[in-house]
């Protein structure tokens, strides 16, 4: 696909940009920028808005100025982000919480989710220090208690998308469904 069928198909589907959610792990951040370098598009990721905004990382906003500091920032900086246009953003896994946010999605984006199981996460995320909420605690529990709280919104994406193999491939998963959606309430 090239950029400029990727602004036609947006605008035939009256949407501004197009949205990765998902779990911490999922692969948003690369597939964004995949999805952004091969479209030559702008990408945007959230958290690092938000870390930039603050000067500071994802962890030190958590531990000094807490979760809900952080959560009505990502409100403002996410929901200020999607009103761009021709765009893809990764959101940060717990943005769709948010019923603001929730909203913007479902007016301005094409939402993509991507699905990877949890025992997958698990290993993926087991060496990663970025996360507060899976910080000294055992992370499939933690995982499995946010998957029982996220997936109903997860699964309301207009693409679902299973990250399991190359980015690649998700690229060109997405691509292809992407390409075929064809009216602004069509579900693939
Ligand atoms: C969070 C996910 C993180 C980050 C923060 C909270 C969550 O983003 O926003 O640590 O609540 O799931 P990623 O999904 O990019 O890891």
Request: aromatic share 6%; hydrophobic share 35%; glycine share 4%.
């Amino acid at each position: 696909m090239e950029n400029y069928n990727f602004k036609k198909k947006l605008i035939i589907l009256n949407k501004k940009n197009v949205a990765l959610i998902g779990h911490m792990g999922s692969g948003k951040s690369i597939l964004g920028q995949t999805i952004a370098k091969k479209l030559n598009i702008n990408h945007i990721d959230t958290d690092l808005e938000i870390s930039n905004f603050e000067n500071s990382t994802i962890n030190d906003i958590f531990l000094s100025k807490g979760e809900s500091y952080f959560r009505d920032l990502e409100s403002k900086i996410v929901t200020k982000s999607l009103d761009q246009n021709n765009i893809v953003l990764s959101l940060g896994g717990g943005s769709i919480l948010n019923k603001q946010i929730r909203d913007k999605l479902k007016s301005n984006s094409i939402t993509v989710f991507l699905d990877v199981n949890l025992n997958e996460l698990n290993k993926r995320l087991t060496h990663s220090h970025k996360r507060p909420l899976l910080k000294n605690t055992n992370i499939f529990s933690k995982l499995k208690k946010l998957d029982t709280q996220r997936r109903k919104y997860y699964l309301k994406a207009d693409i679902r998308i299973h990250n399991i193999n190359s980015i690649n491939e998700s690229y060109l998963n997405f691509i292809e469904i992407f390409s075929k959606l064809n009216d602004k309430n069509n579900k693939n």
